[in-house]
């Protein structure tokens, strides 16, 4: 193959790839939730028929876990400051200011992590994702 085939082949094999990584990843997250609910109801079914008292009922929380708002916040903050640095060093001053958008993404999770916080303290139901 020439090398302009194999240049154009390049992108093309990243988009195919990437969005099949993340079709998988869908669809394994699906099948696991629809496993734990499944065990879930067995579970539950079991012990309605034996007449022990029902385990309470676990809610998931995926997306929602505190802790988790923070360490996303920390790392786009950091990613962001990083590209500010690196690609300021390498490109020049503007080009390096790029780097600002994952950092205000970083002090936007942060920021919904403190009010989150602030909200539960005041013992106000978090809103659930």
Known sequence: ????????????AGIVFGIGIAAVAIVTTHREKVKRAELRHKERLAAMEK????PPEIVDKDNGDKPRFLLQGLIWLGVGIGNFFALGA???????MLGLIPAAVGVATLLYY???GRKERKGEAAPSA
């Open 51 to 54: 007449g022990i008292e029902l």
């Open 114 to 116: 403190a009010i989150e």
């Open 1 to 12: 193959m020439e090398t302009d085939s194999i240049a154009v082949l390049i992108p093309i």
């Open 90 to 96: 390498l490109a020049g001053e503007r080009v390096g």
